[in-house]
Each structure stands twice: as structure tokens, then as C-alpha cells.
């Protein structure tokens, strides 16, 4: 599913953006167990999401454009009180599209982190409409604002 995911956002290709590897992995599992989230059937993984939780003055920063997607993790420490979540990515194979499936475990992981922290907005970089639309449901469903980087 990783495979995937750098395939569809060609993390390899982009700097400004979080590649994900075993390390980062084990570091968002500290910032919070619900970071990512994996749906799976008898062949394998059908679905991804990753999201992160961070803090208001850091999505700022990212979304005025003054700190990469790459920075905005970096800058996260795992421990503290967060009071956003960055929507960072969600990969359906074709055929488990138009289903709901990234949108539930999208909600699904945003109310786990709101148990432990107070989140209160919701913001994304969308590369993709569909990216636009799952955002924005996952926002009515929380009830919670989502601001989206222009770039």
C-alpha cells in the first residue's frame, strides 16, 4: 500500500513532501496510535489513510506557504497537546472507490485523536478532486472547519 501511495503523490519526487518510511511510521505512531489507518480483505490492503495531528500555529505556517508538508512533520513533536490535524493522505484501490471507505476511516481517526486532544480545525493539500471532496465530508462529519493550502 506504501508502494501505492509514493506511486499516486510521487513522494520520491517531491521534497516538500512526507515520505514515508519505517522511522516516520514509528514516529506517528507516537504523536497517536489513529495516525494510520489500513483496511484490508483476503488479497490484501484496499485502502490508506494517513493523517497527523499538530498544532494551530503550524498549520498556518503551512498553509500561508512558509513551511513544507516535510517541516510540518518535523516540526510536530510527538507528546504534546495538538490542536489540529493535518488530512495528510488517502489511496483507495479503483474497484473500493466511491464507497465511503476513505471518508469512515478518515472520521474514524479524527474522533479517536479529538478522545486524547482538542482539535478544532481540520486542514489539507488536496492533489486531487476527489482529495477536495473527502476533506470536506470528513469535515461536515466532525463538524470541525478544514482549510485547505491553495498550492
Not at 476511516?105 to 478522545?115: G, L, Q
Request: proline share 7%; net charge negative; charged share 25%.
Amino acid at each position: 500500500m506504501i508502494q501505492l501511495v509514493d506511486e499516486f503523490f510521487q513522494m520520491k519526487n517531491d521534497p516538500e513532501q512526507l515520505s514515508i518510511t519505517p522511522e516516520i511510521m514509528d514516529r506517528l505512531k507516537r504523536m497517536h496510535p489513529s495516525t494510520m489507518s489500513e483496511r484490508a480483505n483476503d488479497d490484501g490492503p484496499v485502502a490508506w489513510v494517513l493523517i497527523f495531528p499538530t498544532t494551530h500555529d503550524l498549520m498556518k505556517k503551512f498553509l500561508e506557504e512558509q513551511i513544507s508538508e516535510g517541516i510540518l512533520f518535523e516540526k510536530t513533536e510527538p507528546g504534546i497537546t495538538y490542536d489540529s490535524i493535518y488530512l495528510c493522505s488517502a489511496i483507495v484501490l479503483p474497484e473500493f472507490r466511491r464507497t465511503g471507505l476513505a471518508e469512515n476511516m478518515t472520521v474514524e481517526a479524527v474522533d479517536n485523536i479529538r478522545k486524547d486532544h482538542p482539535i478544532r480545525t481540520l486542514f489539507y493539500w488536496a492533489f486531487s478532486p476527489e482529495g477536495d471532496l473527502l476533506a470536506n465530508a470528513v469535515g461536515r462529519k466532525t463538524s470541525l472547519p478544514v482549510y485547505k493550502r491553495s498550492e
